[in-house]
Structure formats: C-alpha cells, structure tokens
C-alpha cells in the first residue's frame, strides 16, 4: 500500500500531546490523518488534516470515527474497545489490538496476565470494591502498608496510593481496585518495545525515571539508565518476552522496578508512545513515535540506538496556580545549548498538569543531568 502523498487515511483515537507529537512525522512523510478527541482544543487539532470532536469512550462515536480510515491507533488506553473489535471484524486494521487493549485496560486483568505468562511482577490481590479491601485489612488478609491501585482510568500518577494506615482509605474512588506489595526499589526503570506485524522488534536503551515525591509523577527520565550493563540487559530481556506475550503491534512502553537485590519486576504497560521515551525526538536516531508510526504501517524498522545522551524534564504546572498558561523564563532555557522544550497547546494549566517537556542532550550524562537540574529550577509554568 501507499501511504506517502496518497488516499490512506491514518486514525487516531485521542488528540493529546501524544498524537501532537506523532503527527510530527505523519506529517514529515505525508500521511493523511484523522484525530478523534473530546475536546475541541485538543493540542492535535492544528496538525492533523481532519479532527473530529467525540467522546473516546462511545461505542458509536469511536465505530463512525473508525470507518473513515485505513489503518485506527491511539495514544490513550482508555477507548471504547468493543468498537475496536467491530471495526476489525469489518477490516479496518487496528494496532495495537483490541485483544493487546483489553489485556492491558485493567491494570487488575493486566498484572494477572503477568501471573499466567510467568512474567516477573510484585505480588497483588484483585479486589471488586474498596469496601471489600477494606475487609480484607480488618481480617488482616492484606497487610499494610501496601500500593493501592485502581484498575481503570488511572493516568499521571493518578489512581494509585501507598496505604500505611487504613484512614488512608478515605476519599478513595469505591470501584474495582488491587493492593500490591509495595516494592523496596532503588531504581525505576523504562524499555520501550517496537514491533510490526511481520515480527520485526527492537528495543529502546534502558531509561531511568526519578519521580516528583508528591504527585506521582516522572519529573527527569535518562538516557542511558545509570545502572550495570547485566541489569540493562536483563530489563531488555524482560520487555522483549513482555512484548511477545502481548503480541502488540506499535509501541509497548514497559515500566520496571530494579530491587535493591537486583531483580526486575513488571510494574505496568502502556501500548502506545510513552512519556519516557519523549527523550527519543532529539537523542535518537529514530524517535517512538517514528518508530510507532513504521510498525502499524508494516514498514521497516528504525534504529532505536541513542546518538547521544539525552535527558527528558516534564514540565507541569506549578502549585497554586490555574488558568491561562505563562511559560516563566523560557527564553532563558532557549539560550542554552542542547536544551529543547516541547509545548504541547493546552492553554490553561493547573497543577501538575503536563503541559510540556524539555530534551537536554549531551555527550556526558551527568553534564546533561546537571542542566536538567537547572532547567526544572529556571522555567516555571504558571497562570
């Protein structure tokens, strides 16, 4: 098929900062594209050549959309999956899967696949209400403390909560929910999986993410991870058997913990473009989302090797402050050599809301960690 300068009509499903970036290289080869997303400011409205306004979660809106195109991904999970599974049947061709999706929607039916294909993961009890968990401490059948999660809609750090005490409880969504052991880690590590439907597969270097301690959320990711090449290359293995066992088609971001014994365990898997793969755009030789793009369409691969060292600072907005965005000191930043932000669109910011990143890259990783440092404490986003 020709995809370049043609009739093909690429889909995707949500019109974030994700498929912001995505259209990037659609557009760079020509590609047709149509975005669906709920709100009419999306930040992929102004690239994409249809947008489409509608909500992400109806059968009938997601079906209608799906029609329209050749080939439908998405850069959100939560999308109406029974939709995806009609437009297959009908030949629309869908990457990931539906199949991949629903294994990986509900993070409860998602660690138990890990349990069935003997992929390493912390030990977890599924639970069908909070209350339910709730009497599973009082019956001392889950010990505290312990990582509550909810098993759908959680995104950004939302959604997930370490219990010390049962009052920790309070204010919690009642719905579906795991208690997982809470891991002592010493380091949180990311391998992104690129496979096509030929079985083509490649991975990313192994990153490291530091964390920002309140809102659960990936404040630097690293490239190169700054741990030994044995456990690098036991990260890979995982990811590489990970994606294998999902079948995926496109992108599976994989979230690992490094145990301070040196095991790997599975904390969650996103199919799609990822944040911690952001550095990729400029450190890279081929970005994700390239690379995303290459394997739905059955193209050949892109090199997946680091050029150089690249740093990814996320840029969310600063507490205290909500409504029309102010980027503070941006152009300071932009004096600076090596350093790229990214501003995803979205004109109202409120805290820790991602509202763009930085790229840092450099021949030494701990230079470029330092300007990292100094980027987070310069730029400010703020109303």
């Known amino acids: 098929m020709n995809y370049f300068s043609s009739d093909f009509k690429l889909g995707i499903l949500g019109g974030g900062q994700l498929g912001k970036m995505m259209l990037y290289d659609a557009r760079k080869f020509d590609i047709q594209t149509y975005i669906l997303d709920p709100s009419n400011e999306a930040p992929c409205k102004i690239g994409c050549n249809h947008f489409t306004q509608g909500n992400l979660m109806d059968f009938e809106t997601v079906y209608q959309f799906g029609k ?210 952001h550095y990729s755009i400029e450190a890279s030789y081929t970005s994700q989302f390239e690379n995303h793009l290459r394997a739905i369409l059955n193209l050949p691969l892109g090199n997946t090797d680091s050029k150089v060292a690249g740093i990814m600072v996320n840029l969310v907005g600063a507490e205290g402050y909500s409504g029309n965005v102010v980027y503070e000191n941006i152009e300071t930043i932009l004096s600076w050599n090596g350093v790229t932000p990214h501003i995803y669109g979205k004109k109202e910011t409120r805290p820790f809301r991602k509202m763009g990143h930085v790229t840092i890259v450099n021949e030494n990783i701990d230079e470029a960690r330092r300007i990292a440092q100094e980027v987070k404490n310069t730029i400010k986003v703020i109303s």
């Open 68 to 277: 329209k195109v050749d080939v439908l991904t998405f850069e959100i999970e939560h999308v109406n999956v029974e939709a995806l599974e009609k437009l297959e049947s009908e030949g629309v061709k869908v990457y990931p899967s539906s199949k991949t999706l629903k294994q990986i929607q509900n993070k409860g039916i998602q660690k138990e696949f890990y349990q069935q294909k003997n992929l390493p993961t912390a030990p977890f009890k599924k639970f069908d209400s909070l209350s339910e968990l709730e009497t599973a401490i009082n019956n001392q059948s889950v010990a505290l403390p312990f990582v509550w999660k909810s098993t759908c809609f959680g995104y950004d750090g939302n959604g997930v909560k370490i219990i010390r005490q049962i009052a920790d409880l309070q204010n919690l969504p009642t719905g579906e929910c795991i208690a997982e052991n809470l891991v002592p880690f010493k380091n949180e590590l990311a391998v992104i999986v690129v496979r096509n439907p030929k079985g083509a597969i490649k991975t990313y270097p192994v990153v490291e993410m530091e964390f920002h301690p309140e809102a659960n959320q990936v404040e630097y990711v690293i490239c190169p991870a700054r741990i030994d090449d044995k456990i690098a290359e036991k990260a890979r293995e995982i990811a590489l058997k990970t994606s294998e066992a999902f079948e995926h088609v496109g992108l599976l971001a994989v979230e690992m913990f490094q145990t301070h014994d040196d095991e790997i365990l599975i904390n969650e898997v996103a199919p799609r473009p990822h944040n911690s793969g």
